[in-house]
């Protein structure tokens, strides 16, 4: 997180008076809860709904096939009908899962103008919308949710200021990051050690993004906060990081096992020299100083 900080100045906004924010948090609150529990059970009712599918199909198909009154021909013909028809009814489901976990970024950014909408009916606060492209890549729903909890947070913790009238609000996609800006019209001296500063960090990189703060003395302050849409790759860790060919791979889960050398080779059938050899190259690679150790990292 960054924190710039330049001096000249126009006058500070007067100070207003803040309006308890306990209304929009409950309110949001509730929404949220809603919005989930609502999501939950259609996905919750597609799964049945699919599941009970699969079982008819299966059922069909295997009546048809163990029928003693039907040619192969037939029953052929007949299974492959059913297979096609449960393999365009299975798409259609995927695609209904995939809306229900995907929200095209113009309906989260729509839902998010809702989420801010007490705030503005009730704090007397000027929030501009700057709108994503229509177009824009469709967000994963964990993505869409913290994205609106984050800008929420954030919005609050910018009108936390004294002299903030006016937030701007926007969202953008590069196509493989959700971009997002809010700026207000403060007196520009956020400190990113804000504890709620701090909070909304750690919600950016528990999502592998990133979150700057850049305050202009006299000219309001500005977050800017990209969230990746893919999920990082996994680590490499083991046999893959270790760059371990397929037998050393082989003695190593042996190893791991507890078994000697002796028996590493008789079950691999190499000669124990073999396996000593391996052994010592796994010891290498592996950053191991005993078998022991070796078995450990192993596992």
Do not use: Y
């Not at 096939?65 to 028809?85: C, N, V, W, Y």
């Amino acid at each position: 997180m960054t924190l710039s900080t330049s001096s000249p100045a126009r006058a500070a906004a007067p100070e207003r008076t803040k309006q308890p924010d306990s209304t929009v948090q409950t309110v949001q609150t509730v929404q949220t809860v809603q919005t989930a529990r609502t999501a939950a059970a259609e996905r919750s009712k597609l799964i049945a709904d699919l599941t009970d599918a699969h079982a008819t199909t299966l059922e069909s198909l295997l009546a048809v096939l163990r029928s003693s009154s039907t040619s192969d021909t037939a029953a052929r013909q007949k299974a492959t009908e059913l297979a096609a028809a449960a393999m365009v009814a299975l798409r259609a489901v995927s695609d209904l899962d995939r809306s229900l976990t995907e929200e095209p970024v113009a309906r989260a950014f729509e839902r998010l103008r809702d989420d801010l909408r007490p705030l503005v009916r009730f704090g007397d606060l000027d929030v501009q919308f700057i709108e994503p492209p229509v177009n824009g890549r469709a967000l994963p729903g964990e993505v869409a949710h913290e994205a609106r909890a984050i800008v929420r947070g954030a919005v609050l913790a910018l009108v936390e200021q004294t002299g903030v009238a006016r937030v701007r609000v926007q969202w953008d996609c590069d196509g493989s990051n959700l971009l997002i800006r809010i700026r207000d019209d403060g007196p520009g001296d956020l400190d990113a050690e804000v504890p709620s500063v701090r909070q909304l960090a750690a919600r950016v990189v528990a999502l592998s993004g990133t979150l700057n703060v850049e305050a202009t003395a006299g000219w309001g302050s500005e977050m800017a906060v990209s969230l990746p849409l893919d999920a990082p790759p996994a680590p490499v860790t083991g046999a893959a990081a270790w760059g371990l060919s397929p037998r050393e791979r082989g003695v190593l889960e042996l190893v791991a096992s507890g078994a000697r050398n002796k028996a590493i080779a008789e079950t691999l059938t190499i000669s124990e020299n073999t396996v000593k050899f391996h052994v010592a190259n796994l010891l290498r690679k592996v950053g191991a100083s005993t078998r022991a150790e070796l078995a450990s990292l192993a596992r």
